[in-house]
């Protein structure tokens, strides 16, 4: 169904401003508390009306992730864009867990990027 796309590939490919799609598949109030550079936020509930618009093309490289390697959203939501036919979907299935243990800085909507509370 999807594969897996790790930290170092995922926080390089970000940084390169590579033409993907990162998906935040939690509500909207985690979202804003805090996601992934560049992320977007796509909930479960609204996930087939939105994806059109952020990835027009089956071809588009899209990847989802939520709070923590325990989340299933981010499955859920992989199965849901194989099912709509969109073949280059990875999970970061970390999620922002792994992101802040790694030390590296959220976003929060309309404000740069924020440190990492240790």
């Not at 926080?11 to 977007?40: N, Q």
Request: charged share 20%; aromatic share 6%; proline share 5%.
């Amino acid at each position: 169904m999807s594969n897996e796309i790790g930290l170092e590939e995922l926080s390089e490919r970000i940084g390169r401003g590579e033409g993907l799609v990162v998906a935040e598949v939690l509500p909207a109030a985690y979202y804003e508390a805090g996601h992934l550079p560049g992320a977007v936020n796509l909930p479960l509930d609204g996930l087939e009306r939105s994806i059109a618009r952020l990835a027009p093309s089956r071809e588009t490289a899209i990847v989802v992730y939520c709070s923590g390697p325990t989340c299933r959203n981010s499955h859920a939501a992989a199965a849901r864009l194989a099912a709509l036919g969109y073949g280059a979907v990875r999970v970061f299935a970390g999620g922002k867990a792994a992101w802040r243990d790694a030390g590296l800085a959220l976003e929060r909507p309309a404000a740069a990027a924020v440190e990492v509370q240790r």
